[in-house]
């Protein structure tokens, strides 16, 4: 062909598309995909464009005729079904029949004689109705002899003009020119976990009685509590054995007690490493039993995918090529000069050839899937090569498109956004670090109304067993509750580190914002009912999400006018508008504030000067409001926000 | 290699980037290409980058290495040194030795043993100068025995982390994850004229004494006057022989007298077609003498490439196949119903094999450009499809990559940008549809200051053959000269259609935006010497751009802001700010304006308070000035516009 192409629509800029395709976008299933893009062609033709899309497991594509919008932008959507990945591209064409009609109109109107034309579409829906089948081919063949019938020419017009025939020929199109996008796109499906999900990170060693190191058996107690505060996923830290080189005692210090546990993340110890389980919590059989009694609590359990090492890991002896040797024979540990993480090696990606290292991590994964586990947190993938997650997280998928991944990457923006793009799920965010409402509403802004909203799904944390904020420490019960709305309200997957969040647990290092006498490195005793504990309203926020399809998505968050700084308000709404949720949350945990709240009426389908009911889910009340803006105050210590349901009067 | 990737660097959101790398961007000889992207990989190690360009006939790139910039931001910038297409990339990688220099660091700093570190660098720079060559490979083989040095560690830890071994392990670097762009993009690199042109349209036929057809001979007298007017392009409508059936007569009348000439648009006769000339004008030997004559007066010859047909055109007989016949055997002429266009023959890009046509048109080009022609004016590009075009001005530029094409399409933006994206130079604009100050600044904001600055280079005309503006009609002699300004200092290339510009033609048909008796279909007598032309004022203005290197590119356009709706301002700078140019024009032709000008004096390196003197290139006064904002007065019977050179003081 060297360039002779026959093409002549151009199909340019299309939406949603990141990196020029080289990236899937995220959807779940039973959500819509919408595309658009400017179609154009040389001269004054009319053109036809379809939208053609398919799941993997379909040969065929499905088609959706693209709708004109304006200056060459054309509009479909189709809805996601299935789990997996679908495929999905453009093809536009001129409409060879269409623009014969659209000119016999003009001539007809100006009093031309029509008789060659009328021959000339004759002619073409010959050439249609040639590949044309059933019941159009036989009134095609009807059409034809109406035009072609020269007595009767005023008919003949009439049907060639006539929507039927439009709508036949549309069917049945006659093209030239036909483009097609040049690279298929892609869409990941996952189920409607990934979008809406919430968390609950449980120490099981802190579950025993007594001091006792806690087993999956005595978790189980704990289930019911978890289940009735509205959690659907309980996240464990690594249940692999823990080494005794270089263990970490309490607080992180550089040496053990004989007693200490060590931190479940130093993986790997004589008794096995990543496909094994910790002595002290059970068997792989206890675990899989553990896995069926949370699904019977009506949640899922989530394990800890973390690729590091401790230095008695079986891997170190086993597959030495794995990990950087130091000139003195020693294997190189994790370090960040002069930190230095003498209980973890990392594993060393550059290392010779890197297939069996990938195949082995994949058969982890695989391990735990079968075992009855269907999300894994992913502990600091940012120090793993992209490509490696790419292929890792594609191939798991490809395999179990119901398996969900989280990273846990606390780091600089593009990177994060990079694993998201590689296949992560779900991503923990900078939410935890926001505090005004000036951040909030940037932070929002950037995550769920640019490019990033297709394949970056956010999971908001107030804390981790790591983070204990500033502000946590020092505010007290308020600034808990705030937080825990902020996280459940903005964004449809958030999670607690349990049960230091519920119970407001405060204290930490001095000058730090990390815990003191963190669970990571000692079994803890917690108090379940001690007082000023949030587990009520945790309760409430949780169930209000359950029952509100607007609180189950997150790009759905629209930022409203208020006329004070400490109060921040925002809508979510389905997209029919039965379901709209108006949060107000006073950022300030000491002091009541007060202020006019601008509703954007129009977005949620009310007239200017509506008169609607807001029911406040957290507090109970209801008020009668009139038009967009309407008064609110909150008084922190009573409650520091609404979660209003806006209701048609 | 299935996935088992090495790559370690991710290079993303590159810029300029035209959809998707597609198309080109442009520029012309002794621009810049400044290429940014983000750059980054997992982990926390040190990157390197380079940028790779090369132009199409070396076979070896260059390199400049990218400058970090921030939040993982890197930019590098190459000069394009000769015309025809440049080729480059990106390539990243992780720098070892720069990530074990930075750790070393560290370590020092926080008083750790570095012995181990000191044999690890040793080592690596061994790999290194295995592979270098010359001065380095001796100086490394220095260093390495100073690493080695572990009685003198100090002394080793100095040579590891000095400038020089930067500097030569820059050069020589131990690189590890290495990725490359995907795709190679493209520039195509005209010569200067493609970005800085001043066109003068002329009919030929018009050049004649005594109501005579005018030749190429009678051409010649013109010469002086047009090039001491300052043009430098001249262009001339299509000169190849005219059709005798259904050719116009006057003001576009359906019959044409015995003497009328017809529209050189209707191309070809019996006398020859495309690659033929109009006997009236000359012969092709005369045709290239007038060529070589318009070179000696310091101009160029365009011509027009408009590839309908007359009736009368050979193709009709030889290429039957190329039109469209219609059912009673006559061949389909141009229309857009109710329009009739009975005197030009679209070629039907549709039928057929397309090569043979696609060849015969390409052959058009080739035989103009043996006769000197390197510039051509394209008739309605908009109608020929988009591929056509990218491969014939493709094909043609990588033979002679001096050749500038001009697309005359007055439709769509989209269409517009598409055509220029093929491959044309420059474009005809909707300027001559803009008018007031916000019109101006969103239209050259959009193709200036968007992506569309890359490929898009806009051609102003303030009047064509076709289009006499209500505004020209009615404003008299200001207006000519208000137009002709903004387009000449606006854009960088621009043109008129004269004599009848710098005449004022004003007459023209009744309730209609076109001349009345248009030269297009008759032979003009103008009177170059008429009162109250503006040939003074265009030889100003055009000696100006001249003399200003600022006004001899467009993207360097900046408004600036004067609270005056009828007052418009703007600067153009060289980057260097050695040349800075304000144009402020009063846009109203028939009052004085005032208003104060704010001029952004920190862009042209100016500190916020500095005096320095303005001088009025078009009246000739020269002010002092002090700050940002000043005052300005003009009168439209004087001179609707100033044109300043600033001057520091």
Redesign the interface.
Known sequence: MK??????V?I?DVKPLI????FPVKRVTGQKIRVTA?I?????CALSAVLLWRHEKNKKFSKTPMKFVD??LHEAEFTVKSEGRYFYTICGWVDEFETWAR?LK??K??G?DIS?EL??GA?MMETASAKARGADKKKMEGLIGALRNTKASDKAYETAVSSETALIMGRNPVK??ESRL?KELEAVVDRKKALFSTWYELFPRSCGTGGRHGTFKDCEKMLGDIAAMGFDVLYLPPIHPIGVKFRKGKNNSLKAGPSDPGSPWQIGSKEGGHKAVHPELGTVKDFENFVKKVKSAGMEVAVDFAIQCSQDHPYITEHPEWFKW???GSVQYA????KKYQDIVPVHF?AGD??EL?EEMKSILVFWIGKGVRIFRVDNP??????FW??LL??IKKEHPDVLFLSEAFT????MH?LAKCGFTQSYTYFTWRYDKAEYTRYLTEITKTEAGEFFRPNFWPNTPDILMGYLQANGRPEFIIRYVLAATLSSNCGIYGPAYELCENRALPGREEYLDSEKYEIKKWDLDRPGNIRNVITLVNRIRKENPALQETNNLDFCDVDNERVMAYIKKTQDNRNVILTVVNLDHANRQSGWVTIPLKKIGFDAGAEFRVRDLLGGAEYAWKGGRNFIQIDPWIMPAHIFKIIPK
Request: proline share 8%.
């Open positions: 360039g002779f192409s026959r093409e002549r151009v340019e990196d020029c395709g080289r400017n154009f062609s040389d001269g004054h200056n060459d000119n003009r001539k109107e100006a031309e060659a021959a000339e002619k030239s020119g040049e130091r000139p003195d370090e960040n000069p002069p550059d890197n297939r990938w940012h120090t793993k090569p992209f490509k790419s292929w594609g191939g600089k923006p593009h990177v990079e």
